[in-house]
């Protein structure tokens, strides 16, 4: 009897334990950052055509045509792109990346205009950089502007999640204004448009990528790791594609970019166009932890910092001059755990 009761009472007790997990789970969901964007999604036929790849297969698209599967074998990559261009606008896919050995694998989703403008092109980067076993997928973002490829603008990220594992939201808002890049919920880099940027700031309108592709000479440690073709095929999967802006025809280039207040006005309206204080709470707090490399840091290349360097000195402090993060090895014989910065590490490090 008393046994009886005594699990009795455990079992309330666990009730009561769950309830108030549940409660917490609730309420941390409601008030965090990552209340999923309100955005539609497309099937491929709607707003992508293929880019190259398809026709040995490499492009696969699923029944329903809402999502599409890239893979590399050592035949060729592939890629695809969309079916217009758009002047500004907020470009999504959830991605799966290639899991195993990619050391030399790029996957890419991206925004250019550099089949029109060859000299003079704009482009808004996430480059996804394999790696050798045991060491995780390292993210890229880029800005270009005008052709301004002599300035690269280049941070690199760690991740807080096995992206190989499950999908996860990666997207790019581009407005007049501001470009906000966002993984999930989280904005993980904000640049806001200035004069002194002047036509580094990318104005002309782009089409959206996405590819896949071998970068053996330079993606894992310079080069230094190829792909190696023992694993492949490479596959990388993508869906809940969003395509919002101002549309244009690429052969007419109609609506002219002065017809496109309406889709400007929806754009600034919309949930992701602000970063309100939690997201920008969580925005400093993902760059402290995962921010590899950041021009802005970066004395070597760049003397001078770019006009719209935020130079937080708490944060300079963190990395070298090469603008590589340095990285704290705790040494286990050493009695008081004295810290020891590792090496720096190149843009191509296999970390
Ligand atoms: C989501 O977007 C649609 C279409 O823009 C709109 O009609 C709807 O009210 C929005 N829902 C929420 C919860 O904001
Ligand atoms: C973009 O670059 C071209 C070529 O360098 C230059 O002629 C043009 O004025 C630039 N555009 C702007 C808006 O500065």
Not at 300 to 307: E, I
Request: charged share 20%; glycine share 6%; with cysteine.
């Amino acid at each position: 009897m008393a046994g009886f009761r005594s699990s009795d009472r455990r079992r309330q007790f666990l009730t009561v334990q769950s309830v108030l997990l549940v409660v917490v789970v609730v309420l941390s969901l409601s008030s965090s950052v990552s209340a999923a964007f309100n955005v539609s999604t497309l099937r491929f036929d709607e707003g992508f055509s293929p880019l190259f790849g398809h026709g040995n297969g490499n492009l696969i698209r699923s029944s329903d045509d809402k999502s599409v599967r890239l893979v590399l074998d050592r035949y060729t990559g592939s890629g695809f792109i969309s079916s217009d261009l758009y002047h500004h606008g907020f470009f999504s896919a959830s991605i799966k990346l290639p899991s195993d050995y990619t050391a030399g694998v790029v996957v890419a989703f991206y925004t250019s205009n550099g089949d029109i403008f060859k000299d003079t092109h704009d482009e808004l980067d996430f480059e996804f950089l394999g790696n050798v076993h045991g060491k995780p997928w390292r993210i890229q973002t880029n800005v270009y502007g005008n052709g301004s490829t002599s300035r690269g603008r280049e941070e690199r990220y760690r991740l807080s999640f096995d992206p190989t594992k499950e999908f996860h939201r990666y997207s790019i808002l581009w407005t007049e204004t501001r470009i906000i890049f966002y993984i999930d919920e989280i904005p993980i880099r904000e640049v806001v448009r200035s004069a002194a940027m002047g036509a580094d700031y990318p104005s002309k309108p782009m089409s959206i990528y996405a590819t896949l592709w071998d970068g053996s000479t330079w993606a894992t440690a310079g080069g230094k790791f190829p792909v190696n073709y023992k694993y492949a095929p490479f596959v990388s999967d993508f869906s809940n594609l969003v395509l919002r802006g101002c549309r244009m025809d690429p052969i007419q280039q109609s609506p002219a970019a002065a017809d496109c207040a309406a889709s400007s006005a929806e754009l600034s309206a919309a949930d992701y166009a602000t970063i309100t204080p939690e997201r920008r709470r969580a925005m400093l707090k993902f760059r402290h932890k995962y921010m590899t490399y950041s021009y802005c840091y970066d004395t070597w290349r760049y003397p001078t910092a770019f006009p719209e360097c935020d130079v937080i000195p708490s944060e300079r402090v963190r990395f070298q001059e090469s603008g590589n993060v340095n990285v704290v090895v705790r040494r286990r014989r050493s009695k008081r755990s004295r810290q020891v910065p590792a090496v720096g590490m190149g843009s191509g490090s296999a970390i």
